[in-house]
T-cell receptor, first 112, second 110 residues
Framework: DGGITQSPKYLFRKEGQNVTLSCEQN?????MYWYRQDPGQGLRLIYY???????QKGDIAEGYSVSREKKESFPLTVTSAQKNPTAFYLC???????????FGAGTRLSVL | QKEVEQDPGPLSVPEGAIVSLNCTYS??????FMWYRQYSRKGPELLMY??SSGNKEDGRFTAQVDKSSKYISLFIRDSQPSDSATYLC??????????WGAGTKLIIKP
């Protein structure tokens, strides 16, 4: 996982509940990303942050929120407004001038 | 039409075979081309990274880019059961955002 830690590995959400997925990195990378992965659809960008206290919406930000208060941390909250949250969530950071993305091990979110 | 097309498979081949995985893309402004490997329930890991047209080799893996046809390929020689995974192509735009293919599930049969 190269210094990118996602937790928990598995998460269950009850209807109407907000849940928060953790992503921590010790690589001193500036940029961090959240993706959602569904079977047969590849990775879709939810939010990204290139610097502390700043973040941008990706392609599917509705129903999600993020914060970037520290360089090491980029938590993702799946809100009750996200009606179809069941998916595999991946956090990534970029390194070097080529902006290659490196990923954590992912969090699998399911609905009870 | 999606910006990056990739056949989801599954692709099943016998051990030792040469594997060919492919993606097509629609935007000629795309600059960098990557292949990631993803084992079940794990995050993707970078396999190959290339910019120009032509071939780039790394051990048993060869990445090929044909910008005129907007076509990229990953070849795996002497395939092993440990190569069984999902292979994702990713293409970087000029703003450094990645556009991902759907991923091809590869199964290498012993």
């Amino acid at each position: 996982d190269g210094g990118i830690t996602q937790s928990p590995k598995y998460l269950f959400r009850k209807e109407g509940q907000n849940v928060t997925l953790s992503c921590e990195q010790n690589l001193n990378h500036d940029a961090m990303y959240w993706y959602r992965q569904d079977p047969g659809q590849g990775l879709r960008l939810i939010y990204y942050s290139q610097i502390v206290n700043d973040f941008q919406k990706g392609d599917i930000a509705e129903g999600y929120s993020v914060s970037r208060e520290k360089k090491e941390s980029f938590p993702l909250t799946v809100t009750s407004a996200q009606k179809n949250p069941t998916a595999f969530y991946l956090c990534a950071t970029t390194a070097g001038s080529k902006n290659i993305q490196y990923f954590g091990a992912g969090t699998r979110l399911s609905v009870l | 039409q999606k910006e990056v097309e990739q056949d989801p498979g599954p692709l099943s081949v016998p051990e030792g075979a040469i594997v060919s995985l492919n993606c097509t893309y629609s935007n000629s402004a795309f600059q960098y081309f990557m292949w990631y490997r993803q084992y079940s329930r794990k995050g993707p890991e970078l396999l190959m990274y290339t910019y120009s047209s032509g071939n780039k080799e790394d051990g048993r893996f060869t990445a090929q880019v044909d910008k005129s046809s907007k076509y990229i390929s990953l070849f795996i020689r002497d395939s092993q059961p440990s190569d069984s995974a999902t292979y994702l192509c990713a293409i970087m735009m000029s703003n450094y955002q990645l556009i991902w293919g759907a991923g091809t599930k590869l199964i290498i049969k012993p």
